[in-house]
Nanobody
């Protein structure tokens, strides 16, 4: 059974950093494209970043520069590094694979 499990969220002050992780099991990870999405309170879920199986990355234009997506195929894990956190980064962050499967999400809360 395929599982995506996010971790790394928490309460962080504005200006700080977070590194979110998504561990994938049950599927050959190295050939899977992986993405990060987020859903802020009262808003629709939005796409944040994507990393292809070959390592090529893409970002939502609004987040380019502060967000870095990466992957470790040996650990079957994809990461999202978020720097210079803003209050509006408060959201549940989800990972998703290119087969449409989602993780349960990890909450990131940015405080002033």
């Amino acid at each position: 059974q395929v599982q995506l499990v996010e971790s790394g969220g928490g309460l962080v002050q504005a200006g700080g950093s977070l590194r979110l992780s998504c561990a994938v099991s049950g599927r050959p990870f190295s050939i899977t494209h992986m993405g990060w999405h987020r859903q802020a309170p009262g808003k629709q879920r939005e796409w944040v970043a994507l990393i292809y199986s070959n390592g090529l990355t893409k970002y939502a234009s609004s987040e380019k520069g502060r967000f870095t997506i990466s992957r470790d195929n040996a650990k079957n894990t994809v990461y999202l590094q978020i720097n210079s956190l803003k209050l509006e980064d408060t959201a549940v962050y989800y990972c998703r694979d290119n087969f449409g499967r989602w993780g349960q999400g990890t909450q990131a809360t940015v405080s002033s």
